[in-house]
Antibody
Framework: EVQLLESGGGLVQPGGSLRLSCAVSGFTFSSQAMSWLRQAPGKGLEWVSS????????YYPDSVKGRFTISRDNSQNTLYLQMNSLRAEDTAVYYCASQRIETNWNYFDFWGQGTLVTVSS | DIQMTQSPSSLSASVGDRVTITCRASQTISIFLNWYQQKPGKAPNLLIYAASSLQSGVPSRFSGSGSATDFTLTIDSLQPEDFATYYC?????????FGGGTKVEIK
């Protein structure tokens, strides 16, 4: 059974930092593209970051580029999201998800339950 | 960035109805279009990938169609467990983007 379990969310002040973790089981983590997505309260879904390929290519939208860093520890089957210089607009539930990428498709197939990050003074 | 526009933003339907949700991309995305279902307090669940491929385990009453810029999600014979919010998502290019969602409510 595939399981993704996020942790590390909480309350942080504007300008602060937080590191999210996603523990994965049920598939070969080391060869799987992985992503983070988020959902602000009452809002829609937003893609935050992806880590793809054996070379570990990383991708970010402009809204988090330079502030967030995605990484992985294949020995621990764990995905991370280091978030720095946090802003109020980063307040959201953060999900990790596995990403299937082939020539003709690219989608998020398994998701964790999410962890809430609140940026507030 | 590719903008994804879903319509309607919400709809009311009855059990047994056929429901259609549309999604339009601001530029052509071939068939790099996915659909997700999300229930309150839960993570999204993949329904359809590559515009029309049904994800394993998803009931056959869900179907997707379209290519280029115009796509459709159809639910044949709406069931009580289908009342949820539905999102389309393009995976043609980064940044990966989602539609604003369609909330399907009970009439």
């Amino acid at each position: 059974e595939v399981q993704l379990l996020e942790s590390g969310g909480g309350l942080v002040q504007p300008g602060g930092s937080l590191r999210l973790s996603c523990a994965v089981s049920g598939f070969t983590f080391s060869s799987q593209a992985m992503s983070w997505l988020r959902q602000a309260p009452g809002k829609g879904l937003e893609w935050v970051s992806s880590l793809v390929g054996s070379g570990g290519s990383t991708y970010y939208p402009d809204s988090v580029k330079g502030r967030f860093t995605i990484s992985r520890d294949n020995s621990q089957n764990t995905l991370y999201l280091q978030m720095n210089s946090l802003r109020a607009e980063d307040t959201a539930v953060y999900y990790c998800a596995s990403q299937r990428i082939e020539t003709n498709w690219n989608y998020f197939d398994f998701w964790g339950q999410g962890t809430l990050v609140t940026v507030s003074s | 960035d590719i903008q994804m526009t879903q319509s309607p933003s919400s709809l009311s339907a009855s059990v047994g109805d056929r429901v259609t949700i549309t999604c339009r991309a601001s530029q052509t995305i071939s068939i790099f279009l996915n659909w997700y279902q999300q229930k309150p307090g839960k993570a999204p669940n993949l329904l359809i990938y590559a515009a029309s491929s049904l994800q394993s385990g998803v009931p056959s009453r869900f179907s997707g169609s379209g290519s280029a810029t115009d796509f459709t999600l159809t639910i044949d014979s709406l069931q009580p467990e289908d009342f949820a919010t539905y999102y389309c998502q393009q995976s043609s290019s980064v940044p990966l983007t989602f539609g604003g969602g369609t909330k399907v409510e009970i009439k």
